[in-house]
């Protein structure tokens, strides 16, 4: 989110200058001016986001056997869903699920599997589902229909050539996705799976609030969206600090973690 602040010079040169030219009413007016921008920006931006969601909402309503965001809430169970992987960041969030014997979803990106097919046969030989999550990340509302089935498909073959099977589920990145492609993603056997709880971990959140964002709106049937891979900077710490307490916290709470097969009782393979 753009902050709103008051005009900033940028050397003292400038700043002389615009002080012997602007009174103290011309510069009150551009400070004015510019929190009006920032807020028309922001106010734009909420417009898009509110716009993609009933879009996606419409979606889900339309095809609900091929875009799901969540499970029954007749059970109270849940399914840990990791994007963004495989790298060395990953087999720290392994290591965790492993310790408290918890299956989890992996959301992998095409071009890093190929560069880290170990971590994407370690995930499968510990119990967790593999899903696609496109080939390098784009955003696919952007992409022609041509480009967006390639995406997919060279993915679908490198994870086959890896695990041996073609992963069911597929996950659009940041969720965004079409009318035209869900259709044809449902035609090849496809389930489109979004969330309903998001860590917003790629914040670089802190492990307090990663862990508020996920426990206060968790409920039976809930898919939980956190990354695994893509920690620049340390961006991702609060997941892996995070990921044990919510984790004990869920099971306090006597929740079940599942896979995305077992929560829709569907196959792992496409085929």
């Given amino acids: 989110m753009l902050e709103t602040s008051p005009v900033t010079l940028h050397s003292k040169g400038a700043e002389t200058e615009t002080k012997q030219k602007l009174s103290e009413p011309d510069a009150t007016r551009q400070t004015v001016s510019h929190r009006k921008k920032s807020e028309r920006t922001k106010s734009n931006r909420r417009s898009r986001a509110e716009d993609s969601y009933r879009a996606l909402s419409s979606l889900r309503h339309k095809y609900p056997a091929i875009f799901k965001n969540n499970g029954s809430s007749y059970a109270r169970r849940v399914s840990l869903t990791f994007d963004d992987v495989p790298d060395e960041f990953t087999g720290k969030v392994l290591d965790v699920l492993k310790a408290y014997n918890v299956k989890a979803t992996f959301f992998v990106m095409g071009y890093r599997a190929e560069k880290h097919p170990d971590i994407v046969r370690?995930?499968?030989?510990?119990?967790?589902?593999?899903?696609?999550?496109?080939?390098?990340?784009?955003?696919?509302?952007?992409?022609?229909?041509?480009?967006?089935?390639?995406?997919?498909?060279?993915?679908?073959?490198?994870?086959?050539?890896?695990?041996?099977?073609?992963?069911?589920?597929?996950?659009?990145?940041?969720?965004?996705?079409?009318?035209?492609?869900?259709?044809?993603?449902?035609?090849?056997?496809?389930?489109i799976v979004n969330w309903d709880v998001d860590s917003q971990d790629w914040r670089g959140l802190s492990a307090q609030r990663v862990m508020s964002n996920i426990l206060t709106t968790t409920r039976p049937g809930s898919i939980i969206l956190q990354h695994?891979?893509?920690?620049?900077?340390?961006?991702?710490?609060?997941?892996?600090?995070?990921?044990?307490?919510?984790?004990?916290?869920?099971?306090?709470?006597?929740?079940?973690?599942?896979?995305?097969?077992?929560?829709f009782h569907v196959r792992k393979s496409n085929s």
């Avoid at 696919?140 to 992963?167: C, E, N, W």
């Fill in 228 to 263: 695994a891979g893509g920690n620049v900077g340390g961006v991702l710490n609060g997941t892996l600090e995070a990921l044990p307490r919510v984790i004990e916290r869920l099971k306090n709470k006597r929740y079940q973690f599942v896979t995305l097969t077992d929560m």
């Fill in 122 to 191: 370690r995930m499968v030989r510990e119990g967790h589902l593999v899903g696609n999550h496109t080939y390098n990340h784009p955003l696919l509302t952007k992409v022609s229909m041509v480009k967006f089935k390639r995406q997919i498909l060279r993915t679908d073959a490198i994870l086959h050539r890896i695990i041996g099977y073609h992963p069911k589920f597929i996950r659009p990145p940041y969720g965004e996705i079409n009318e035209q492609q869900v259709r044809w993603a449902g035609s090849q056997g496809y389930i």
